[in-house]
């Protein structure tokens, strides 16, 4: 058996670890997968509660975060597309106008 | 050692190995490669809790769906390497201080609130995948039936996003 501290640490590790690729990276893409790196650290979180408390509750609301960070990620590419089209770079000092 | 920590103690260094190669990768491709690496030590968590379906939905839906998604994008925007810019005074010397504090100060949280868990492991019947269908299609029908909704919005909003205006 693994204490649930180890996984509830280990998701704070890959949360720190988002929010340093949210801050540092300079590619949008990056940016958005830094995104996704902490979605999947709360994740990680809901589901060792989940099985520490014997309750499915937090397992459901995985599934709910998943379905929408696949929204999100449709969006988000499409969004990124639009801008890479209209800016022809993928850096996002370059991106720093709300209008053209 | 018993055997379920050696292999968490594995996947975990898995994990934390393939987050670290994400940010300091500088092609987006190796940055996608290494997130797959991260979703996929996940799932093997997942199993190792005995949250079986989380671990399959994890690897269909986030390792499979979702990254493809993105290395389409990145393929289809041909993105290169990363630019280096000059990061800010303050990036520079405050961002990974603040970032290990940011960290630290949730790892504490937890650590403190959580005390009482004892640990975290296959509970058989409590959480399994019947059980789970049967929480998510009675008490949580209505946010169940509500992310249809939201997954649809979001196919309309990706399909009018990508469109070429005339």
Known sequence: MVPTNYYLLLSAILFGLGIVGFVFKRNIIAIFMAIELMLNAVNLAFVAFSQALGKGDGEVFVLFVIVVAAAEATVGLGIIILTARNRRSLNVERVDLLKL | ?166
């Open chain 2, 1 to 166: 050692m018993t055997g379920p920590l050696i292999i968490f103690l594995v996947l975990a260094a898995l994990a934390v190995l393939g987050a670290v190669s994400l940010i300091l990768q500088r092609h987006p491709i190796h940055s996608a490669l290494s997130l797959i690496v991260v979703m996929v030590a996940l799932a093997g968590l997942y199993l190792l809790m005995g949250a079986e379906f989380v671990a399959a939905v994890q690897i269909i839906v986030y390792g499979g769906a979702i990254m493809v998604l993105f290395v389409f994008v990145i393929m289809l925007l041909n993105a290169g390497v990363e630019e280096r810019t000059n990061f800010s005074k303050l990036a520079t010397y405050a961002g990974v201080p603040l970032a290990v504090a940011i960290a630290g100060l949730i790892a504490a949280a937890i650590l403190k609130s959580s005390a009482n868990l004892s640990t975290a492991g296959p509970n058989g019947a409590l959480t399994s995948t019947k059980n789970l269908s049967m929480l998510l299609l009675r008490e949580f029908v209505y946010p169940f039936e509500l992310t249809s909704f939201l997954v649809l919005v979001a196919i309309l909003g990706a399909i009018v996003l990508a469109q070429r205006e005339n």
